[in-house]
């Protein structure tokens, strides 16, 4: 006994209170196991590392009026949350199918949604971008009772530093939803001029020290140093913001490292222009009466679906449109952080 007792290995933990390495976040990662510190890292206002905590839930199923036996849309599954909301209103009848270009995490939420009870019969997850929502339709020959798009990036992606979405955490400059196509954030910047890349965060973020950042991204490129990795990129803009007043530098630097990775996010993965192409073929997928609905999380998305809203309106294929961006609740953003900048507009086929 004595001996077995001194074979036993104790599971390995991480020292301290806060792991080093996003794989050492082993009780985050297991929510069902663990639980009591999921419902923790929620209460404090943060979401849990490998979670996404669904924004605005009652709010969408509030305006598409979810009824049994219709056919849905999810343009952006991620991690599933809204999906899972949306079957549980279908009650066993009617179909969603499920759009996702991540071939990681959409592989984790269609086993995960199918365990809880939502298998094929129900839910079809395909690994397709949103802009091609009409291949959809063409295939099965049926138009959408309700369509969500979350433009949002999900957490798992933010969290897991190996996608470099994030820089807070020591990872490769990527920034790719789907990592097997296109090219990384750190390939694209040693394509691009200091004249496009100064457009790129104007643009994309509307960067106050893009030129600033631009011009120093150059340097370091002349100088003969490479940007392949988030906390590089960091560097870069620390350095970039150097002149300015220092009592306004951490929090300068703070918002421009959010702003850049987004330029570049955006740019890697041509944002704005697979939410032109899906806005285009929206009213073509949608069945008459069907209702949309779009979160947006920055003003450079907000505006496209805005202007495509009301033109489409003004034109008779939308019946009605949100006059004003839905909010989510001050309840919400306490206890979900990355809930503050969403917005939310709908529209309703004529």
């Known amino acids: 006994m004595e001996n077995q007792e001194k074979q036993h290995k104790r599971r390995v933990r991480y020292s301290g209170t806060h792991p080093r390495s996003y794989q050492e976040k082993y009780k985050e990662h297991n929510p069902e196991k663990y639980a009591d510190t999921i419902e923790k890292v929620i209460r404090k206002g943060s979401t849990p590392a490998g979670m996404h905590i669904s924004i605005m839930v009652q709010e969408i199923l509030d305006f598409l009026q979810i009824k049994p036996g219709q056919i849905g849309l999810d343009a952006t599954l991620g991690y599933g949350g809204h999906t899972k909301a949306m079957l549980q209103k279908l009650e066993g009848q009617g179909h969603i199918y499920a759009l996702d270009v991540d071939p990681i995490e959409s592989a984790k939420t269609k086993e995960r949604l199918a365990n809880q009870g939502f298998g094929e019969d129900i839910l079809t997850v395909r690994l397709q971008n949103f802009a091609d929502i009409d291949l959809v339709t063409k295939e099965t020959g049926k138009k ?17 530093p190996e996608r470099g979405f994030s820089y807070k955490v020591e990872g490769p400059l990527d920034l790719r939803l789907n990592p097997l196509k296109g090219v990384s954030a750190a390939e694209r910047l040693k394509e691009v001029s200091e004249e496009e890349l100064v457009g790129m965060l104007v643009e994309n973020s509307d960067e106050p020290y893009a030129k600033e950042i631009s011009a120093r991204v150059m340097k370091w490129f002349k100088d003969g140093k490479v940007i392949e990795t988030t906390t ?35 740019d890697v993965n041509s944002e704005f222009e697979v939410l032109y192409a899906f806005l285009e073929k929206l009213p073509e997928v949608l069945a008459p009466n069907g209702r949309v609905a779009i979160l947006t999380f920055h003003s450079g998305e907000d505006r496209l679906v805005k202007r495509s809203f009301k033109e489409l309106e003004k034109a008779g294929i939308y019946r009605e449109v949100s006059k004003d961006v839905i909010r989510p609740s001050a309840e919400e953003c306490a206890r979900n952080s990355r809930a503050k900048s969403t917005k939310m507009r709908w529209a309703i086929r004529a």
């Open 144 to 160: 959408f009772d309700f369509v969500l798009a979350d433009l949002g990036v999900s957490s798992m992606q933010i969290d897991n």
């Open 232 to 266: 590089q990129m960091k560097e870069v803009i620390t350095e970039a913001l150097c002149r300015v007043p220092k009592a306004e530098r951490d929090e300068a630097i703070k918002k421009s490292c959010a702003r850049t990775f987004q330029a570049l996010r955006i």
